[in-house]
């Protein structure tokens, strides 16, 4: 079986990755897993999912970070016969045309679930700025039609940066740089919305250090942003934040759709994965903001493997 990343470079795709190993350890049809590191670089993604082809893989689970651009690659494997599972960003395409499966979530509501916190806890409205991974990814382009779709008709709220959000390629370099770069244009900005939390950590930080006070945060959850929140949120009275889960888990279930068609196995009851509220630091429901000091920033609470084993990944 074969598994492969657009883009590998971050502890989530660390905590993602360890656990698809752990989900094929369930099957004993599976007698080896490949990975491949997709770099950020859409024609690197395209030659690993060939060589997962040339190698004999049976299935291959793809996280497609460029979208469209991936299809064809995706299309090629299908025709090959390989069992072909796409997940979490779409590829466009058909299933049964130019791939097995594919095993979405539903990002729209990721972003109406932050929609409604934003209308609830800043009623008089705000500036909003949306940060997602590369350019054209599926995900973000849902979650902004989401926050649209509660708070787009309302003049009292404002979106604010590129549209349809600013482009980090969730590489948590390049979002402290674009981050910083919106601190410095915006002179106020009331609410920030972004797909992978931890990332913007860095940037947060040195922006408090400047004197700068930190907005409302709707966004996905890790260890170092709950930390970040416990440790500012006294003097920060802006500072409100609610997480929806980081969706780590994602990977088990696209693993066991392709494992289930390569088998002819039973298959999965879900057919695309759940998306969640995980924390909220007015309400505290389902959860107030989770901070573990004892383990390290790069580990997500959210996730079926315990932030205790995500930390021992670390030391591998």
């Given at each position: 079986m074969g598994f492969t990343d657009g883009?590998?470079?971050?502890?989530?795709?660390?905590?993602?990755?360890?656990?698809?190993?752990?989900?094929?350890?369930?099957?004993?049809?599976?007698?080896?897993?490949?990975?491949?590191?997709?770099?950020?670089?859409?024609?690197?993604?395209?030659?690993?999912?060939?060589?997962?082809?040339?190698?004999?893989?049976?299935?291959?689970?793809?996280?497609?970070?460029?979208?469209?651009?991936m299809l064809p690659?995706?299309?090629?494997?299908?025709?090959?016969?390989?069992?072909?599972?796409?997940?979490?960003?779409t590829p466009g395409g058909k299933?049964?045309?130019?791939?097995?499966?594919?095993?979405?979530?539903?990002?729209?509501?990721?972003?109406?679930?932050?929609?409604n916190w934003i209308k609830k806890n800043l009623p008089d409205g705000g500036n909003i700025l949306r940060i997602s991974g590369p350019a054209g990814n599926s995900q973000g382009a849902d979650e902004s039609k989401g926050l649209a779709k509660i708070l787009g008709n309302d003049p009292k709220y404002k979106f604010i940066g590129a549209d349809p959000f600013e482009v980090t390629g969730w590489d948590p370099g390049k979002t402290q740089e674009v981050l910083t770069a919106a601190i410095a244009k915006y002179p106020k900005i009331d609410v920030i919305t972004s797909d992978f939390g931890p990332s913007m950590v860095s940037a947060l930080q040195a922006a408090v250090n400047s004197g700068w006070k930190v907005p409302a945060i709707a966004t996905s959850d890790g260890n170092v942003l709950g930390c970040f929140f416990e440790d500012n949120k006294a003097t920060?009275?802006?500072?409100?934040?609610?997480?929806?889960?980081?969706?780590?888990?994602?990977?088990?279930?696209?693993?066991?759709?392709?494992?289930?068609?390569?088998?002819?196995?039973?298959?999965?009851?879900?057919?695309a994965y759940p998306s969640t509220i995980f924390e909220d630091s007015v309400s505290g429901k389902p959860s107030k903001v989770q901070c573990r000091k004892d383990l390290p920033g790069d580990v997500y609470l959210s996730a079926k493997m315990s932030g205790d084993a995500q930390a021992k990944l670390k030391k591998n």
């Open positions: 883009f590998g470079g971050n502890s989530w795709r660390l905590v993602t990755t360890a656990a698809v190993r752990e989900e094929v350890k369930l099957c004993p049809n599976v007698t080896k897993l490949y990975y491949a590191d997709g770099q950020g670089k859409t024609d690197k993604a395209i030659s690993d999912i060939k060589g997962m082809v040339g190698k004999g893989v049976k299935a291959l689970v793809v996280f497609p970070d460029a979208g469209e651009a690659a995706l299309r090629s494997a299908y025709k090959a016969g390989v069992i072909t599972v796409p997940y979490r960003v299933e049964g045309k130019d791939y097995n499966k594919f095993v979405g979530t539903d990002f729209v509501l990721a972003g109406e679930n932050w929609g920060q009275p802006n500072f409100k934040m609610m997480t929806v889960s980081t969706q780590n888990d994602h990977s088990r279930l696209a693993a066991q759709w392709a494992v289930a068609l390569a088998t002819g196995g039973k298959l999965p009851k879900d057919k």
